[in-house]
T-cell receptor
Framework: TQLLEQSPQFLSIQEGENLTVYCNSS?????LQWYRQEPGEGPVLLVT?????EVKKLKRLTFQFGDARKDSSLHITAAQTGDTGLYLC???????????FGKGTLLTVNP | DADVTQTPRNRITKTGKRIMLECSQT?????MYWYRQDPGLGLQLIYY???????NKGEISDGYSVSRQAQAKFSLSLESAIPNQTALYFC?????????????FGEGSRLTVL
């Protein structure tokens, strides 16, 4: 059973479009992170959210942590080709230290 | 220079061979990890180490072993490689003073077992 479910698994859009990807769980997380991974590289941390209902913005990217700390979303406004990559969410469930990863959303932004 | 360095970046080997992947870090973090990434399966934790004397199995440790030679070095070994160990392997570190478990990854080692 996958603790963190990411959707959609694949997303292909045109430059300039908006998009939202989701990270859902039935478990409560003490914190949740979003990483972006480009081909041939390791994942790079984008943001960490720790408080239920928290919203963080990183330029055109908006991250939200659900009120119950069981889910998160990533919204990209006016996507650019440079946003192409694999977006991974990862969380620390409850008091268990070990970070758990979702399977990721592979985003392709076409020119 | 990268904060987390993995060697080799690419390796092709044959079934039954012993393989070692090495990781070194300059971030000064105590915690180090080895992950495996397969298409469609995300990142799976193989082993992790919270300090030089502390080694722990992750989700998929069978067929793998590790050595924490120093705070900055953590190596992963495949004693007798098999084709289903073909994957992309990542080393990562984290700062135990930060409770959110944020990871800093190396660039990956692509292993192909024929």
């Amino acid at each position: 059973t996958q603790l963190l479910e990411q959707s959609p698994q694949f997303l292909s859009i045109q430059e300039g479009e908006n998009l939202t990807v989701y990270c859902n769980s039935s478990s409560v997380f003490s914190s949740l992170q979003w990483y972006r991974q480009e081909p041939g590289e390791g994942p790079v941390l984008l943001v960490t959210v720790v408080t239920g209902g928290e919203v963080k913005k990183l330029k055109r990217l908006t991250f939200q942590f659900g009120d119950a700390r069981k889910d998160s979303s990533l919204h990209i406004t006016a996507a650019q080709t440079g946003d192409t990559g694999l977006y991974l969410c990862a969380g620390v469930p409850g008091s268990n230290y070990k970070l758990t990863f979702g399977k990721g959303t592979l985003l392709t932004v076409n020119p | 220079d990268a904060d987390v360095t993995q060697t080799p970046r690419n390796r092709i080997t044959k079934t039954g061979k012993r393989i070692m992947l090495e990781c070194s870090q300059t971030k000064g973090h105590d915690r180090m990890y080895w992950y495996r990434q397969d298409p469609g399966l995300g990142l799976q934790l193989i082993y992790y180490s919270f300090d030089v004397k502390d080694i722990n199995k992750g989700e998929i440790s069978d067929g793998y072993s590790v050595s924490r030679q120093a705070q900055a070095k953590f190596s992963l070994s495949l004693e007798s490689a098999i084709p289903n160990q073909t994957a992309l392997y990542f080393c990562a570190t984290s700062d135990d003073r930060v409770g959110t478990g944020e990871l800093f990854f190396g660039e990956g080692s692509r292993l192909t077992v024929l």
